[in-house]
């Protein structure tokens, strides 16, 4: 694992903020495409399916080798790494840390430790599950996406690729960490209009004042709701963005709405609609318009499958792993899938420390644990009716 992460973390895949796949994507895709067909040619498998989207997803289907059904496994990870730091020429340089072989850069670069380790995990599961006939399993898919630190993991997923009935992510920090919830995610973004005129004679002209329109929106959210006054479980609505237009006379205000319950997630909405008619009510010369209302990720909790938890204990306890399952503040790749509409999924621990950042690094014992974990769970399935 330690020679393949070295060459995937030397490639750098950056995705961008317009979501569009970039050619250090599509490079990694082809490395990791050649390094599972080398794999499917030394074992001399058969039936294995490997696929390459135009959209830069690579898809691997390993058949089952029972004969009694057992429900389908999948495994996601993603193969960009993120604009928020330096990217480039990443040189790997593999060090010691706490008596544990590391790989990090010199600093001036990110590694890509997020989430070129959950990669690395998933091409020895392939290399391994391939060559070892005694491995028992079902149904095994694979899926390598692009776009995941822009948000946009899901936006082509293929379905008829990659829908498993149990799904774990494989893009979690730190050695021990497991996510059994995040966030639900929802973009709602409003656009005031306005009409520009003489305040002294505002009543009769019938002033359109979109910026106090837009003022009156963001304060109408208790400050109990904010990010800054939220923690564990409980979620908050955050109007981040504040965009002036003095051309068309209007504002526009994002807003992140965050929640874990969905009882909550109702009573956010309800709060919405109510800053909006706030608005209207004090503005009636503003215009508003709601320009996007979307789910961008949602909790995974909602749809694990029953046996997700049960069956990560079990293999941590065979291996004598101790595990901590948590509520992640966030999202995952698997929290995308599950706003599309699919089943959702666990983000296991990878390895990974300081992401988004030069002073990322990557554990390899860490890695080996992942593997060694998930290797366990994907026997354990195999048992499951």
């Known amino acids: 694992m330690l020679q393949s992460f070295v060459k995937y973390a030397a490639i750098n895949s950056q995705s961008c903020c317009d979501s569009v796949c970039t050619q250090g994507q599509h490079t990694m ?3 990791l495409k050649a390094d599972v067909e080398e794999a499917v040619a030394r074992a001399k498998a058969t039936g294995v399916k490997v696929t390459l989207s135009d959209a830069n997803y690579l898809y691997v289907t390993i058949p089952a080798n029972i004969k009694s059904k057992s429900p389908s496994m999948g495994v996601s990870c993603h193969l960009d790494v993120t604009p928020e730091a330096p990217g480039g020429d990443i040189r790997p340089i593999i060090d010691t840390l706490s008596g544990h072989t590391i790989v990090r850069t010199d600093g001036s670069t990110l590694l890509g430790a997020d989430d070129k380790c959950g990669c690395t995990i998933v091409i020895q599961l392939i290399r391994t599950i391939l060559s070892d006939k005694s491995i028992k399993h079902g149904v095994l898919q694979f899926a390598f996406c692009p776009n995941e630190d822009v948000g946009h993991a899901a936006d082509a997923i293929d379905s008829s690729l990659f829908s ?3 799904l774990f992510d494989l893009d979690g920090t730190e050695g021990s960490v497991v996510t059994k919830s995040n966030f639900t995610a929802r973009g709602f973004d409003v656009k005031f209009y306005g009409r520009d005129v003489h305040p002294g004679d505002a009543k009769a002209l019938k002033l359109g004042d979109a910026t106090a329109a837009a003022a009156a929106f963001i304060s109408y959210f208790p400050v109990e709701c904010r990010p800054e006054n939220s923690e564990g479980t409980q979620g908050y609505i955050h109007p981040w963005s504040f ?11 994002q807003t992140r709405v965050r929640y874990f319950d969905k009882a909550e997630g109702d009573l956010f909405d309800r709060m919405l609609s109510g800053a909006i008619a706030h608005v209207e009510r004090n503005f009636p010369n503003v215009r508003v318009e709601i320009i996007y209302d979307g789910l961008q990720y949602e909790n995974v909790a909602y749809t694990l499958h029953p046996m997700a938890r049960t069956l990560v204990e079990n293999a941590a306890a065979k291996l004598d792993k101790q595990i901590t399952f948590v509520d992640e503040r966030g999202g995952t790749t ?19 420390h300081d992401i988004h950042s030069t002073r ?3 554990d390899l014992k860490e890695m080996e644990d992942a593997y060694n974990l998930m290797l366990e769970i994907i026997k354990s399935v195999a048992t499951l009716k």
């Open 29 to 31: 895709a082809l490395a």
């Open 164 to 166: 498993p009935d149990i």
């Open 334 to 352: 698997a929290s995308m899938f599950a706003a599309k509409g699919l089943n959702g999924g666990m983000c296991v621990f990878t390895g990974q």
């Open 360 to 362: 990322e690094y990557a």
């Open 243 to 253: 965009k002036k237009d003095s051309v068309e006379v209007s504002v526009t205000v």
